[in-house]
C-alpha cells in the first residue's frame, strides 16, 4: 500500500494536487451566462488510477532485472574464466621455471608455444577487464606478471639464437663422453711401464680413432703408425707413419709429437727409394720402429730389413727358410711381422715345412740375428695379425665387421700355448697393422687409412 502510494504521488499531476478535506467532499458552483442560461461547474475528486504509468514503471523494472541477472551471470561466468586463466598462468610460471633451470630441459618449439599461450591470456585479462569496467589493481598485477614472463621466454629464445641449442646438444654429447668414460674407465693399464707383473691380457679398451692419415686420403689403406718402441732420449715423443695405396714401402716419417702429427708437420721424412742411386723399398706392413731405426720387410732380397733413420743406413737379413707363400689373411705380403715388447724384438713368419704354421723368432739386436725360435700350433693364413707382450704371442682373428678377437696365445717364458677370447671392437672392418708399444702399454692400428690404438687392461697376478 506504502508503495502505491508512492508510485501515485510520483505520477500525479501537480495541478491535482490538493488537501485531504477537498480531495474526499467535492464542490457545485452556479453561474449565469452571457446569454443568460445556467451554467453549472461540478468538482468532483479525482479517483482515476493512472495505470499507463505504472505498466512503463513495471516494464522498466523488469528490463532492469533481467540485465542485472545478465550480468550477475557474466560475473560469475568471468569469475569461473578467472580461476581458469590464474591455473594456466601458475602453468605458465612453472614451464618457464623449467625453461631457466638449464638448456637441456627445453625443446625448441616451447618458446613459441609459450608465446602464444601468454598472448592469449593477456588478451583473456583485457576482455575480463573490459567486461567488468574496472581498473582494479589485481588486474595490473596480472599484466605485470604476463609481461615479466614474456620478458623472460624473450630472453631464453635470445638465449637460445645465441646457440644455446647447440650448447643443448653438445652437453648431452659430453654427458655421453662423461658416461663413456667412466664405463671405461678401467680400460687404462693397471701396470707399470716396462713391468711384466701381470698375468697377460683381460681385455681390450674401445678404439680411439685419432684422424685420417697424413695423406688424408681414403684410398691410403695399406700402411702403420704408432711410437718408438725403445725411444732415444730426448725422442719419447715422437711419433712414425708409413703408408700407401698398395703394400709397397717406399717411404717414411717422422713427427716431433703427437700434435704435430695430427696437423701433418713432419720433421723429417725418409724415402726408401732413389732412382739410380738405391732401393731400400719393402713388402707388406708389419713393421714397427725401435731405437730411431725400422725394421720391415726387404722387398729384394726377401729378409729382414733395418733402415738406421739416424745415420740413414741399411742393413738386411735373410731367414734361411722363410717363404713367401703365406700371409695374414687380410692381405698379401704380410710374410715377416715385426713385433716389440719389454723383453725384446721379435718376428713371425711361417714355412713350407711347417706347412704354413705360425713360427716366431726372438732377435738379437746387437748381431740383427733370429737367435731363438719356437713353433706354434696355428696356421698364419688363419691369423688376421699378431703381437708380444712380455714375450707373450697374441694371435687375433676376424669375428665380424665390428668385432676382432684374440684367440691364440703362446707363451715363450713358460713354452705354453692356449686358445682364448678376448674380444674387442673394430672401428672398420679392413686392417693391415695391429702392433703393441711397451714404452705407452697401447695396441696401434692402421684400419683402413685411420689411425686407432687402444689401451691394455691386464690381469692382477
Not at 29 to 51: H, I, K, R, Y
Not at 447 to 459: E, P
Amino acid at each position: 500500500m506504502d508503495l502505491l502510494l508512492l508510485v501515485l504521488l510520483l505520477v500525479a499531476p501537480v495541478g491535482s494536487w490538493l488537501s485531504l478535506e477537498d480531495w474526499g467532499s467535492g464542490s457545485i458552483e452556479g453561474s449565469v451566462g452571457e446569454f443568460g442560461e445556467c451554467v453549472c461547474n461540478v468538482f468532483l475528486p479525482d479517483t482515476s488510477f493512472p495505470a499507463d504509468r505504472m505498466e512503463l514503471i513495471q516494464t522498466t523494472s523488469s528490463q532492469l532485472s533481467v540485465e542485472i541477472t545478465l550480468q550477475i551471470n557474466k560475473v560469475n561466468s568471468l569469475k569461473i574464466e578467472l580461476e581458469v586463466l590464474l591455473s594456466s598462468l601458475s602453468n605458465l610460471t612453472a614451464r618457464v621455471e623449467i625453461l631457466e633451470s638449464g638448456p637441456d630441459k627445453y625443446i625448441k618449439l616451447d618458446f613459441e608455444l609459450l608465446r602464444i599461450e601468454l598472448r592469449e591470456f593477456e588478451a583473456l585479462v583485457t576482455q575480463l577487464k573490459a567486461s567488468l569496467n574496472s581498473s582494479s589493481p589485481a588486474f595490473e598485477s596480472l599484466y605485470t606478471e604476463i609481461r615479466n614472463m614474456s620478458l623472460i621466454v624473450d630472453q631464453l629464445e635470445s638465449y637460445d639464437r645465441s646457440n644455446l641449442e647447440v650448447i643443448r646438444i653438445e652437453f648431452v654429447k659430453l654427458q655421453r663422453k662423461l658416461e663413456k668414460c667412466q664405463d671405461d674407465k678401467d680400460d687404462f693399464s693397471n701396470a707399470e711401464i716396462g713391468s711384466c707383473k701381470h698375468g697377460g691380457i683381460l681385455r681390450i679398451g674401445k678404439p680411439v680413432i685419432s684422424q685420417l692419415n697424413a695423406h688424408l686420403s681414403g684410398g691410403y689403406i695399406y700402411g702403420g703408425w704408432g711410437k718408438d718402441t725403445k725411444p732415444l732420449p730426448g725422442s719419447e715423443n715422437m711419433y712414425w707413419y708409413s703408408a700407401s695405396s698398395d703394400t709397397l714401402v717406399s717411404r717414411i716419417t717422422q713427427y716431433s709429437d703427437y700434435y704435430k702429427l695430427i696437423m701433418r708437420q713432419a720433421f723429417k721424412t725418409h724415402e726408401l727409394y732413389a732412382a739410380n742411386r738405391y732401393d731400400w723399398r719393402g713388402l707388406g706392413n708389419n713393421y714397427v720402429v725401435r731405437e730411431n731405426s725400422l725394421y720391415y720387410q726387404y722387398r729384394s732380397p726377401f729378409s729382414m730389413g733395418k733402415l738406421n733413420m739416424t745415420s740413414a743406413t741399411v742393413a738386411y737379413k735373410v731367414i734361411s727358410k722363410a717363404s713367401t707363400q703365406f700371409s695374414y689373411h687380410y692381405s698379401a705380403n704380410q710374410n715377416l711381422d715385426f713385433a716389440a715388447d719389454e723383453s725384446g724384438l721379435w718376428v713371425t713368419y711361417a714355412t713350407e715345412e711347417s706347412n704354413g704354421i705360425l713360427i716366431l723368432g726372438k732377435i738379437n739386436e746387437q748381431s740383427f740375428e733370429v737367435e731363438q725360435l719356437w713353433q706354434t700350433s696355428v696356421f698364419k693364413q688363419s691369423v688376421t695379425n699378431a703381437f708380444m707382450i712380455c714375450g707373450v704371442l697374441y694371435a687375433t682373428r676376424s669375428v665380424d665387421t665390428q668385432t676382432e678377437e684374440i684367440f691364440y696365445t703362446y707363451d715363450t717364458n713358460k713354452n705354453e700355448e692356449s686358445y682364448v677370447s678376448i674380444p674387442f671392437e673394430k672401428f672398420q672392418d679392413f686392417y693391415v697393422y695391429l702392433d703393441y708399444n711397451p714404452s705407452d702399454q697401447r695396441l696401434y692400428m692402421f684400419n683402413n687409412g685411420y689411425y686407432v690404438y687402444y689401451n691394455v687392461k691386464f690381469k692382477v697376478e
